[in-house]
Structure formats: structure tokens, C-alpha cells
């Protein structure tokens, strides 16, 4: 059983790093080290559920996978030239470190482990900061966790290669889980959405990670293999949810343990310190590679600053080399200082991220592409403009193009939905609805009406304060969720449409309709 002590210091730490604007993360890796100067044992309890947490995040990162996304340039081409000059950089740090302090001298298969586990960025730091800003859904997001997962197949092919295991015959029989796919996932749609399904899918990463193991193939490698399998499918997507909160808890015990293993040495800690301050040389790369590959400078600077960090995949990486003894374990405790340095300098840098780029815009526009310049929507004529078109933004585009025909112009970020839209002879067009380059490109005086149809809150909050900024004098409406949701738009001038309290309204004129002419219908009615 864990001990107590354990559980509240994390909990402390980690709300004490939250309350300062940084990742709990930091606060995790923190706890650790303070219970190690409290000479407290995390036993076996712990390293078992950290094995758990690094197979469920294996798990759920093959359930995201989406092969057509991840085969564009702008993705995998920066992914591989960023880890491949990253990779050089780290070597010639790691060889200066072992001339100034012999101390620290690495073999040069240590040091190939080591700059490798410092060339990924931290998949949790960044869908904090996308989730916290409601970017979640916009295209730097998109590219950024692109890259992520691209990063994260090349961890799981060292971490299946690092067990030395040579795969039996028997591993052909797990081809069949490609026929199974639609079993699978007609199991996960009988087991609904409570707790069975739950189960299923822990049954599915964990019980099939040992399946795997029997076979001579690494588990975390085959959690990811059967997540793969499953993605793309809309049970996938909700499985995926579903194990994030059982994911994110498993793996504190992970940085706990990492914590537990005590301080490195003063000279490692020196070197630790130095490498979470390089983790700033990471996005001026990213830039100049993404917008190389044609990527908007905007996007390409908002991702490259959200991966201005390195990845709690690196703690990952260098844990299984001491373990095979390629390294000193006290290298996973220099590396999560590093981590910890480099959030510190990556949290300020997002939170002034839409700020830079509005600053510098003019400068870092000299990084278009002809290509990039090509793709610019067309928005002339426009009277209004919805923003989402989604279920919620097609119903409302169909009802205001009524009376306002082709004046109306729908915006949406996902290449998919568009096609669909055009398809059925719908105006759109692909754009960022918080990227002040295509407000750039829209006459806002004569734009009448602006609908936020994002149901996310603290996107449309930014939308609303960009247009404000931008000296947009028109109407603007947004659905909400919430009434305190609500309250905080109406305070700043934005019409908001509560979707659960009014859609009540609606669902009871719609009943009421419905009851009204069955009643029309009877024999004997008379109107």
C-alpha cells in the first residue's frame, strides 16, 4: 500500500506548481525529491502503477494516430530534421560536459541515448497549454501534437528495441488483430459508456501488453500497436478520453519515482540546469523548418513556442537505458531537472504567445512561402461570418443564409468538414477563427454579425477580445454552455445563446408542434 505521506505531498506540490502557472508535472518531480530527503519509500506498489501509466500512455497515443495527417511534410519533415540537428547539438553538449568535468564523460552510446531523450517535447505541457487557451481544435495544435506523436512512435521504437527480445513465431498470430478490428470495436460499442467500458479498455492496453510480452514483442510497444489499430473510429476517440484521467494518475507515480531516486551529483545538476536553459534554441529550429515546409508563420510560431520544452518521454527513455544499464541512474534525475528548467522558461513563453506574434507579425511574415500566400481564403462580400461549422454552426449558416444568401460565410480549421460543406454548395473557407491574419483579410466594416459557434468558452473569449482589438463595431453572438459562461460574455458585449438552457426550450416547442398536428390528425378534429 502507498504510504500517505506519499499521496499528499504530490498533491501539495502539484497544486503549488499549478497555482504558479506552471505544469503539475514540475510540482510531481518536486515531490519526489522531498520525499526522498524524507527518506520515503515509494516500494514495489509504485513502480508497478508507473509501468501501468507509461502503458496506458502508450495506449492512448495509438488511439490518436491518423496516418493521413501525419504523412504532410509540414509534419513528419520538421519532426525528423528537428530530432536529427537536435540530436547532433546534444552530442557535442554531452562531449564538451565530459572534457570540462570528467566526471560527467559519457560513453558514446550513453550519449547517443541521452541526446535522443532531449530531442522530443512534453506531450502533457502541451495539451495544457491548448486546453487552458480552448486551442485544442486550431491548426498549431493540430501540427504540434502531430509532431508529438511522430516523436513519441521513435520513443516506442527505442523502447521496443531496448528489451533485447527477439520476437517468436508466434508473433505472426498478432496480425489478426487487424481482421479483429471490427469485433473489437463492436464489443466497445455493447459496452457503452459507464464503467464496462472503462473496463474493456484497460483490459484492452493492459491485457494485451502482456500478449504482446508472451510473443517476445515489447508490451508498451503492443499497447500502442492495438490502440493504432482502433483509431480512427469514434469509439476510439471516447476510449481515449475515458483513460486520460486513469493515464495522468498512473503516471505520477512515475515522476514520483523519478524523484525518489534522489539528487544527482552537483556537477550533473550544473549540466541539468544548462540543458533546460537550452530548450530555448528548440522553437527559433521549429520556425524556420515549419515555415520552410510551408507553414504559416503564425502557426509555426504559436506550435514551435508550445514545444519550446522537453518530454516527460525523455525521463522515459534514459529510465529504461540505466535500467539496461547503458547509463547511471542519476542521469534520469539530472534529466528531470532539465525537464523542470525547460517548463519554467516554456510557460511564460505561451502565455505571451498571441502577444509576440501580434507584435512581431511584420517581421516574421518575411517567413511566408508563395505557397502559403496561394491559399488565402477569399472573403469579399461578407455580411456574416460563423465561425465552427460543426452540427451547431451548419444549423445556424442554413438558417441565416436564408436572408442572407451567399453573403454568408462559414469558417472552419478541419479539411474534412470543409470538403463536406463545399460538397453540399456551402461558402466556406479554412481559416483560424483566432488568427488575426484572416481578420487582416476581411473587411470588417461591413461584416454585420459574427456567430461563435465553438461551444469552447475561453475560445470564443479570445475571438471576442481579438475582434475587439481589431475595431470590429458589429454584433457578436456565441453559444455558451453555461450561464456563468454567459454572464462573462454578456459583460463584454457578446450575445450569448445558452445551448443547454435554450436547446429546453426549443426541444419543448418542437414537442408541443409535433403533439399539435397529431392531434390535426385525428378523425373528428376540428381546427
Wanted: with cysteine; charged share 15%; glycine share 10%.
Amino acid at each position: 500500500m502507498l504510504d500517505p505521506l506519499i499521496i499528499l505531498v504530490a498533491l501539495a506540490c502539484g497544486m503549488a506548481s499549478r497555482a504558479v502557472g506552471l505544469p503539475a508535472l514540475i510540482g510531481y518531480l518536486l515531490a519526489g525529491f522531498l520525499l526522498h530527503e524524507l527518506q520515503v519509500g515509494g516500494g514495489d506498489i509504485l513502480h508497478i502503477l508507473s509501468e501501468v501509466g507509461i502503458t496506458l500512455l502508450l495506449f492512448t497515443i495509438g488511439l490518436k494516430l491518423q496516418p493521413k495527417d501525419l504523412l504532410m511534410t509540414r509534419i513528419w519533415g520538421t519532426t525528423l530534421a528537428h530530432m536529427a540537428l537536435m540530436q547532433v547539438f546534444f552530442l557535442g553538449v554531452f562531449y564538451l560536459a565530459g572534457q570540462l568535468f570528467p566526471a560527467l564523460e559519457l560513453s558514446f552510446s550513453a550519449s547517443l541515448v541521452g541526446a535522443f531523450a532531449l530531442t522530443f517535447s512534453s506531450t502533457v505541457f502541451v495539451i495544457q497549454v491548448m486546453q487552458e487557451r480552448g486551442e485544442m481544435a486550431s491548426r498549431h495544435a493540430g501540427l504540434a501534437v502531430g509532431i508529438l506523436i511522430i516523436q513519441d512512435l521513435a520513443a516506442v521504437v527505442f523502447l521496443g528495441f531496448s528489451a533485447g527480445k527477439v520476437p517468436g513465431p508466434e508473433a505472426l498470430l498478432l496480425l489478426l488483430l487487424i481482421p479483429l478490428r471490427g469485433v473489437i470495436l463492436r464489443l466497445l460499442t455493447l459496452s457503452g459508456h459507464g464503467e464496462l467500458f472503462t473496463l474493456f479498455g484497460l483490459t484492452l492496453a493492459l491485457g494485451g501488453a502482456q500478449v504482446f510480452e508472451l510473443t517476445g514483442i515489447k508490451g508498451d510497444l503492443g499497447a500502442l500497436m492495438i490502440g493504432a489499430v482502433l483509431a480512427g473510429h469514434q469509439k476510439a476517440k471516447e476510449l481515449s478520453r475515458t483513460l486520460l484521467q486513469f493515464k495522468d494518475l498512473f503516471l505520477v507515480c512515475f515522476f514520483l519515482s523519478i524523484g525518489l531516486d534522489g539528487w544527482p551529483q552537483r556537477e550533473m545538476m550544473l549540466l541539468a540546469v544548462v540543458i533546460g536553459l537550452l530548450a530555448v534554441i528548440k522553437p527559433p529550429l521549429y520556425f524556420l523548418l515549419m515555415t520552410r515546409l510551408h507553414t504559416p508563420p503564425r502557426t509555426a510560431l504559436l506550435a514551435s513556442l508550445s514545444l519550446a520544452n522537453y518530454s516527460e518521454f525523455g525521463l522515459i527513455v534514459v529510465a529504461v537505458a540505466a535500467s539496461a544499464g547503458w547509463m547511471e541512474p542519476q542521469w534520469s534525475g539530472a534529466i528531470s531537472l532539465a525537464i523542470a528548467v525547460s517548463f519554467l522558461i516554456a510557460s511564460p513563453l505561451n502565455r505571451f504567445s498571441h502577444p509576440l506574434y501580434r507584435r512581431w507579425c511584420g517581421r516574421l511574415q518575411a517567413f511566408e512561402t508563395e505557397r502559403v500566400r496561394a491559399t488565402w481564403p477569399d472573403t469579399r462580400g461578407t455580411r456574416v461570418i460563423v465561425l465552427g461549422m460543426g452540427n451547431i454552426g451548419t444549423g445556424a449558416y442554413e438558417a441565416i443564409a436564408e436572408q442572407y444568401g451567399p453573403e454568408v460565410l462559414g469558417v472552419d480549421d478541419n479539411d474534412r468538414k470543409l470538403a463536406a460543406h463545399r460538397a453540399a454548395n456551402r461558402r466556406v473557407v479554412a481559416a483560424d477563427a483566432s488568427d488575426p491574419d484572416f481578420w487582416q483579410r476581411v473587411d470588417l466594416e461591413q461584416v454585420e454579425l459574427v456567430m461563435l459557434a465553438l461551444t469552447n468558452h475561453q475560445e470564443n473569449k479570445l475571438v471576442g477580445r481579438l475582434l475587439e482589438d481589431m475595431g470590429y463595431r458589429g454584433r457578436i453572438a456565441a453559444v455558451v454552455r453555461f450561464a456563468e459562461e454567459a454572464e462573462e460574455l454578456e459583460n463584454s458585449g457578446i450575445s450569448a445563446f445558452n445551448l443547454y438552457a435554450q436547446a429546453g426550450s426549443g426541444f419543448a416547442a418542437h414537442a408541443a408542434a409535433h403533439l399539435s398536428s397529431a392531434q390535426a390528425q385525428q378523425p373528428g378534429h376540428s381546427a
